[in-house]
């Protein structure tokens, strides 16, 4: 821990929002400052142990911080406080910063559209085989300021996304990655431009002598790199190309496209720290994926079902599309302002859609003259449309549930939506719906 001349030290701080990244955050600076809560959300405070920290609205523009720590999911732009905070910007903070005040370990941060918390848990996990103090924080799941026991040597692997790092004025970390940009969050970030910006500038803000990790011919990456000076070492991933390294790989995950990027952002970052080559492919050999994120749920030779409830936009979900044929393909939710089904009719050739949900006239639109596909109401009757489909066939069927947009139409978060699909599952199978299974 690094207290020489911190920032966040002996000061008046305003932690605004209180979701799990708050929360940390209050409760690693609340001995050492005079911190005070605000959430829009009133309700939170009743269940606060520290109500008398809960400044009103009145109270907080009447009140002078010395810094102000915002939660990744407030929008200075949508918020109760926007006015106050828009004047007070040169104060706003993230959780990140605060973090790399006091921790000056060596940081691997991955960013990116997709696939972040993959390679992130991958990463995570070579790092494990090898015998390091290793710590996976950040967006996936496990605030930065959560951890206990830190030690010189230990080593994090963070997940940053565009909101942490849109609001980060200091954090840096020696390795960083982008693993791809495509349009997503936009409406946030309102322009493909904010939110590109948001993304490099995770690269922007490395120190000399650090790494960074993109890949190769991503178009929006590309543009930024060339339009920008930075201090640090830029290498370019080749993902497409697996090279000498296939012949070690013996795991089905990384057959389709999107998870081969993945590893192969693993396998370059694994030798720049110059790791074990034995111990690297034990752990990749033996990885298993993050739930919901194109997860094999059953299994058999007539029918492999997909839960890949984490995807939230076209692109996520096509590499996993372009891998198989007799897709049943189901999709459905909120779309993704600016997202595009941007590939030809040929791509969809052995694909059939099954549409559900509110947001219909979105999809039939995007998929038109591309693809066969039905509309339902919900999930549950797409779903057992396929199942009176695939029953009748000889063939081996996939069932894919990719649903290309996010779930807060129905669903509290892309988790409640993975375990939804997996409950009806169950229930057809166990029901014995489909009897040639």
Avoid at 227 to 243: P, R, Y
Wanted: glycine share 4%; aromatic share 14%.
């Amino acid at each position: 821990m690094n207290e020489y001349n911190n920032i966040f030290l002996n000061k008046k701080i305003l932690i605004y929002g209180l979701g799990k990244s708050g929360i940390s955050t209050f409760k690693y600076l609340n001995s050492k400052n005079n911190v005070f809560l605000y959430d829009d959300d009133q309700l939170k405070k009743k269940i606060f142990l520290f109500k008398k920290r809960f400044l009103s609205y009145q109270k907080i523009l009447r009140t002078k911080f010395d810094k102000i720590i915002l939660s990744p999911g407030i929008d200075i732009d949508k918020c109760k406080i926007s006015n106050f905070l828009k004047k007070n910007k040169n104060k706003i903070y993230s959780d990140l910063d605060v973090f790399y005040s006091f921790y000056k370990n060596t940081c691997i941060t991955i960013t990116g559209t997709n696939g972040k918390s993959t390679t992130c848990q991958l990463l995570y996990e070579v790092l494990l085989k090898q015998k390091f103090d290793v710590r996976l924080i950040g967006n996936i799941g496990n605030p930065v300021l959560s951890e206990k026991n830190i030690k010189k040597k230990t080593i994090f692997v963070i997940e940053a996304s565009s909101y942490q790092l849109e609001y980060s004025k200091i954090f840096c970390s020696k390795y960083a990655a982008i693993l791809n940009i495509s349009p997503d969050h936009l409406e946030r970030h309102k322009t493909l431009r904010r939110y590109v910006k948001a993304k490099i500038k995770l690269l922007k803000s490395q120190p000399i002598g650090s790494y960074s990790f993109v890949k190769k011919n991503d178009y929006l990456i590309k543009k930024e790199i060339k339009s920008n000076i930075f201090n640090n070492k830029i290498l370019e991933v080749d993902t497409n190309k697996l090279s000498r390294s296939r012949k070690k790989i013996n795991n089905e995950y990384f057959f389709n496209d999107t998870n081969k990027e993945n590893l192969l952002f693993v396998l370059a970052i694994s030798k720049k720290l110059k790791l074990k080559n034995k111990l690297l492919f034990e752990a990749i050999n033996k990885f298993k994926g993050l739930n919901y994120r194109q997860q094999v749920i059953f299994k058999s030779s007539k029918l492999v079902i997909i839960n890949d409830s984490k995807s939230t936009s076209f692109s996520s979900s096509q590499g996993i599309l372009k891998l198989n044929s007799n897709i049943y393909w189901l999709l459905g939710g909120i779309p993704k302002k600016g997202d595009k089904f941007n590939l030809p009719r040929k791509f969809f050739k052995k694909i059939q859609a099954f549409i559900y949900g509110k947001n219909l006239l979105f999809f039939n639109k995007a998929l038109k003259n591309k693809i066969e596909f039905e509309n339902f109401d919900n999930l549950d009757n797409a779903l057992k449309k396929v199942f009176s489909i695939i029953e009748k066939k000889k063939s081996t069927s996939i069932i894919l549930f990719s649903p290309c947009a996010a779930s807060f139409d129905e669903f509290k978060n892309f988790e409640d939506r993975g375990s939804y699909f997996n409950k009806l599952v169950k229930k057809y199978l166990n029901g014995k719906k489909i009897k040639n299974i």
